[in-house]
């Protein structure tokens, strides 16, 4: 199979211009053509999946299609974007048709239920790598951003009733024999780590509502210090409400509670949503995340940034947590 059929096969879909009309022209020409809603911005995002780097090589190809435009969407989410379509630029070591049917099935199924589809790409023969650009709008001024935190801000962080932060790391440490769960929690960690659901309607939901947002994919702390870096403000966090969510879903009852707290606090792959919302929007807020089908719980205030960020216990004193998030260089 060539080049030219393997993108026919298995990126090209017949129903793309009917289904979806924000697109003029899909796979095919040079370009893709895209007709964003008039008046507003368009929200680009890029995010490159690394074989060995950011997937096991093993892992199955449904949910590592799945997982690639999760992760993109995810941005989009964070931005308070609507999807709009993605590009493709996927290096393959062999063309294995097997392979490339799940990984298609897997990228079209969330792309489907996003209204977000394959609208072009690249491909090319190498280490297999996975590179994903999304492309979304929203009104300009709407547009959630990492500076807009203000003081006294209350700080959420999303999950449902099943999911919260720390899951997808329970799920890396089984994944590498680190960790033995039950099988329930086993599933839902593992689903956590290889299928995340990014919360694109959550993140819409917060236009004009949350001061600033960002996707935790690198862990908590360390993605919360964008926020602040950003806003130029500090933040205190409430670790007994970080671990009653935790408490209060699956997998993480079942670890050591330092070892929870650390969990919660440094584990990424969540794709969950940080963000910050004056005390006053706070029903809003909530009403916000159940129409959007999530949870989203209060962990903590925006401080001053003399502060810097400090985790504090049941009695108000402050915790050490050693250790920032994943960084590559
Ligand atoms: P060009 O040489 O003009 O860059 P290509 O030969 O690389 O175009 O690709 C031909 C068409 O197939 C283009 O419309 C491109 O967007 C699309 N395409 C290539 N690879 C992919 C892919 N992996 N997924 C979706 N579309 C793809
Ligand atoms: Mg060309």
Redesign the pocket.
Known sequence: MG??EL?ASY??RPELLARYPQVQLG????C?LLRPPAGEVLAISTDTLVSGVHFFADVAPRTLGHKALAVNLSDLAAMGAAPLGF????TLPQVDEVWLAEFAAGLHALADAHACP?I????TRGPLAIGITVLGSVPPHLALRRSGAQLGDDIYISGSAQDCLGQARAGLALRQGELALGQLDAQQALQRLECPSPRVALGQALRGLASSALDVSDGLLGDLQHILRASGAGAVLDAPALLAMAESRPVLPALPQAQRLDFVCHGGDDYELLFTAAPAQAAAVAQAALAAGCTATRIGRIALAAQGLQVLDALGQVLSLAGGSFVHF
């Open positions: 080049e030219f993108i990126f090209t796979v095919g020409d040079d893709a590009t493709l630029a996927l394959l072009g790409g690249d491909t």
